[in-house]
């Protein structure tokens, strides 16, 4: 069965300061996707990043930053120079083509939360 | 973008009763609808998986009979928590899956936060 973990609980950060959230997950399939949501206090769930398992390449966008590496089954996000507004839960995601429902099941399994404060 | 509508987005109600809450795909038909449950700090957990026409699949441990779920439409899914206790109050987030996508992307409804008293 699929697993995501998100070893770091809370994390306190000056503003400006660069931050790492962690994410490893576990999966026997070879076909899969991972994901990063943003969780702000109003609860809504923002979309950050997608990737498959047959695309390792590092992706950049704006302050954000993810590292995917298949050989630590490990896909981190890194927030450069952080702002108070980037005070949220970070959810890390999988799911996979197959799973334990059969092809298709499409479901998200999701880690604990990272919840980040970034004081200014 | 897809976009996924709840309602109500806050709904108070005294313990015993029933109450709906709504999930609709505004831009898309989707087949597929998820039901997640979300306890304060805590992260998002799969209540059930909803197909369009057909009876919904739940997790391990999720009372059928007290999380009813239907979906009559491709646009709509209902959940209905029957008999509602305190410990029901929890925020419920509603996700739906557009077929014509080629990745694996569920669209999240902004959530629906039940307090039962």
């Known amino acids: 069965a699929q697993k995501v973990t998100q070893a770091q609980t809370e994390i306190s950060v000056v503003e400006k300061e660069d931050v790492t959230l962690d994410c490893v997950y576990e999966t026997r399939d070879t076909t899969y996707y991972l994901f990063w949501y943003k969780q702000p206090p109003s609860g809504e769930l923002v979309f950050l990043i997608r990737?498959?398992?047959?695309?390792?390449q590092n992706e950049i966008s704006g302050r954000y930053s993810w590292n995917f590496q298949k050989s630590t089954s490990s896909f981190n996000f890194t927030i450069t120079a952080s702002q108070v507004v980037d005070s949220a839960v970070y959810f890390c995601a999988l799911s996979e083509a197959f799973g334990d429902s059969g092809a298709g099941s499409y479901q998200l399994t999701f880690g604990k939360g990272t919840k980040l404060s970034v004081i200014p | 973008g897809a976009v996924v509508s709840q309602h109500p987005s806050r709904v108070i109600c005294k313990s015993g009763t029933s109450v709906k809450i709504e999930c609709r795909s505004l831009d898309f038909q989707a087949t597929t609808m998820f039901w997640y449950r979300q306890f304060p700090k805590k992260s998002l957990m799969l209540m059930a998986t909803s197909n369009e026409g057909s009876k919904a699949t739940y997790e391990q441990g999720v009372e059928k009979d007290k999380f009813l779920i239907n979906h009559a439409s491709l646009t709509l899914s209902t959940l209905t928590v029957t008999s509602a206790h305190p410990e029901d109050s929890s925020f419920y987030i509603c996700?739906?899956?557009?077929?014509?996508?080629?990745?694996?992307?569920?669209?999240f409804g902004p959530g629906t936060r039940l307090t039962v008293t």
């Open positions: 990737r498959n398992s047959f695309d390792e």
């Open positions: 996700s739906a899956r557009d077929p014509l996508a080629v990745t694996y992307e569920q669209y």
